[in-house]
């Protein structure tokens, strides 16, 4: 679909396109997704933060370990990636790294006056709601973070707070029809069912100027030039990585989710929704200054999560490998992530859309939506 209005009380233009704003934050020129990225030619050669502790119940902080790596306690198994320092450090690297892809927090066309509740679900290190509120954006808005781990700062805003809470339950515990923005970044793998999750999101969020936006990767690494080998390690490993998700966990949580968020957005009957879709690449390969960093940070960002990916879905919970031939198949995806050769690429989806009044609701549910 085409882009929301350009009104300029509204913010978040495209960025996909060669534009600029009328609206808060400014936009600069980046990669289509239509068009290919150019490899550079000579590119071919070969103390943790955590939640005030009075507030939480001590089992949800005695953390699990397994290899090494720190889990989550608070329904224990349901999410099978880490909640570290490590792991902090890279999510926190990661909201970075999509700022300097995308150039803005959101994409939807919010009306600032008229955004006063923010839900961010999954908000792991809080870095989305802690850097919305500290750029006035949404002036009047109060934002909350949930998630399963309590490992936010506790130095936020005052209009930032955070809770422990699954956003895969059917209760979000606050009030029907009271979300002004809900926003979700990078739950794949961590929802039994991501239908049912927006589903579920409509119920709370604002009748008729409520919007919802997900940001979600697309693992699957692809090439627009063919230089991805067959069998390169990379694409066994996210091969295996989808066979594991299927099998880890039951039900399972799948990975490969991306593509399917527009329609489940309107199977749930959203309205006036928008998706992007954007590459970034895997490495340095590009011949394009700013496409160069962002792959650049990307794949050593990555890399630094790949055990954590990789370690449950693969070892115990899934594929029953041991630990030794894991480490075996990463040290061979990391030699083959270096090679400047393979323009490899994934891609990020951001879909957004508006819950529509109750009268539009009306019409649309008897029109066979539920």
Known sequence: MSDAGSDADTIAPSVFTNTTTTAISAVTTT?????????????????????????????????????????????????????????STRLDDQHEIFNRLHHRLFFAPLHPDNVYNVLDLGTGTGQWPIELADSNILPHAEITGIDLSAVQPVDVPSNVCFEIQD????????????????????????????????????????????????????????????????????????????????????????????????????????????????????????????????????????LSGLPGFTYKLFGVEGLEWTREEIEVMLAEVRKAAKNKAVHAYQRVYVVYGRRPSKEEEAMIWGNGHG
């Open 31 to 87: 990669q289509s997704m239509d068009s290919p990225m150019d490899p550079d030619s000579n590119s071919a050669l070969s103390d943790e933060a955590s939640f005030d502790t009075r507030s939480l119940h001590a089992s949800v902080l005695d953390y699990p370990m397994f290899w090494g790596r720190r889990y989550h306690r608070y329904k224990e198994g349901s999410y099978l990636f880490p909640n570290d320092e490590d792991e």
């Open 167 to 302: 956003c895969s339950d059917d209760d979000w515990l606050r009030p029907l029809d009271s979300v002004d923005f809900c926003h979700a970044r990078f739950l794949a793998g961590s929802l039994v069912s991501y239908r049912d999750m927006i589903r579920t999101a409509r119920r709370y969020i604002t009748p008729g100027t409520g919007w919802m936006e997900i940001q979600e990767l697309h693992p699957t690494p692809v090439s627009d030039d063919n230089t991805i080998p067959d069998r390169w390690p990379l694409k066994v490993w996210d091969d295996n990585l989808h066979r594991a998700a299927a099998r880890a966990l039951d039900p399972p949580r799948p990975v490969r989710v991306a593509s399917h968020l527009k329609s489940w957005m309107e199977q749930a009957g959203f309205v006036d929704i928008h998706e992007h879709v954007s590459k970034i690449p895997l490495g340095s390969w590009p011949k394009d200054p700013h496409l160069k960093d962002i792959g650049t940070w990307w794949l050593e960002n990555w």
